[in-house]
């Protein structure tokens, strides 16, 4: 996947709910049309990420397994 | 812009569990966009309370004596085992990353969620405004609650 993030978020290793509420944090400092790159190993992640987007909605713009752990792009919306 | 969700949750148990499950949701909604609030009464105040002993009166003061310690020293639900328990499930949780209840109250407090707090469990248990955390934005009754969740889209009692 070939997406460039602007900004990284390290959850590997982190559980439920830290990836949601950092990822919260994270896009509130970020404008529209950012794009946020989350490192997650968490299993429950995987179904909470895409969620927490359709929720929000702020575009979820897919993943990409590295090594041992996941990369989640999401699009702050407008 | 459109008026945002609300979300209330009352916290009326002061297990280590229960206070875990109510911090967890109070992030995720929190996270999610709700304008979140906790509702603390009763056993949940040990979740807001600084831990120092309270109480004026006699009575007060052995409340205050057997519930002291604030959110390092909540029992379990189930398995406490006389205080044994908590420290083996914490020990569980940090092994497996999992966040513990001081991470996770800073993580709401960080993400906007109010904490309210019940003023006739105040009066009851002899607990002052300056045995609970700063953050605690007010102390309120039933009214305030009620009239918050008819028209939160969420609520919950734990």
């Not at chain 1, 429950?44 to 397994?65: M, S, V």
């Not at chain 2, 709401?108 to 707090?117: E, K, M, P, R, S």
Request: aromatic share 8%; hydrophobic share 45%.
């Amino acid at each position: 996947m070939d997406i460039k993030a602007d900004v990284v978020q390290d959850s590997i290793g982190q559980m439920c709910p830290m990836p949601i509420a950092n990822l919260a944090k994270n896009m509130r400092n970020m404008k529209a049309e950012q794009i946020l790159e989350i490192q997650a190993d968490d299993e429950g992640a995987h179904a909470d990420i895409r969620a927490w987007c359709e929720q929000t909605g702020n575009p979820f713009l897919g993943e990409e397994k590295t090594g041992d752990y996941f990369k989640y792009f999401v699009k702050k919306g407008a | 812009m459109a008026e945002k969700k609300t979300a209330s949750i009352v916290l009326f148990s002061g297990e280590f569990d229960k206070v875990f499950a109510a911090f967890t949701i109070a992030i995720g909604a929190a996270s999610a966009g709700y304008e979140t609030s906790l509702f603390v009464t009763f056993w949940g105040y040990k979740a807001i309370q600084k831990g120092n002993l309270t109480g004026t009166g006699f009575l007060g003061r052995m409340i205050g004596l057997m519930n002291r310690g604030g959110l390092d020293r909540l029992a379990t639900t189930r398995f406490n085992f006389g205080g044994i328990g908590p420290l083996l499930f914490k020990k569980m949780m940090k092994d497996k990353g999992v966040a513990l209840l001081p991470e996770l109250r800073q993580t709401a407090i960080d993400l906007g969620v109010h904490f309210l707090a019940c003023k006739t469990t105040m009066d009851t248990l002899e607990i002052k405004r300056e045995d609970l955390i700063d953050e605690v934005e007010d102390i309120v009754g039933v009214a305030t609650l009620i009239k918050a969740s008819q028209n939160s889209d969420l609520t919950h009692f734990i």
